[in-house]
């Protein structure tokens, strides 16, 4: 008989936030603006935009990235001060439902646990001594340490090269379209994270939960 465990994957990689992490500026700008919602989307939609969020988590200083919008913006420079001041209550807590999940496959012992996040390494420093089970990951590559940013391939080709994936047996989870088509691309078993539910079902057809 075929041994199923031939086929089974070795290593778990779980993006972060919005997999495990429920991060939302907005959970911090509510209160930075009073809950005045028009002006809040405003701010992020003109000001402290997701693409300039980005370049943080691709290596940029906050104190650069904040500067650049304090001399375009001033008149909002308390919030954008409140961004870096304040920044972990952007995270509103772990996502427990999906946190059960990595303790189960923790406990079961049957693959390797990594994670991969675009992340500034300045705040991710910040955060991690809140969430202990960080420290179940075997390793968690940081876009901002790396200076690369998901979907970039070669962010991916760090867990081949560094950590030693086999893309072929390792299950990639990413709540974000574009990173689950390029892991796929790049032959990792992509799953498009929907919920804790749906994933669970993914793993357990997979064989890694029971």
Known sequence: MP?????????????????????NPRHLFRSVFAGDEAAMERFLAEVATPEWNAEQDRGRSWADGLALLVRDHPEHAAALEAYWTRWLETIGGPIQETVAIVAELRLGGQVRLLALTNWSAETFERARPRFAFLDWFEAIVVSGAERIIKPDPAIFAILVERHGVDPARTVYIDDTAVNVRVAADLGYDAIAFNGATALRGELTGRGLLG
């Open 3 to 23: 041994d199923a465990t031939a086929s089974r994957p070795t290593a778990v990689v779980f993006d972060l936030g919005g997999v495990l992490l429920d991060w």
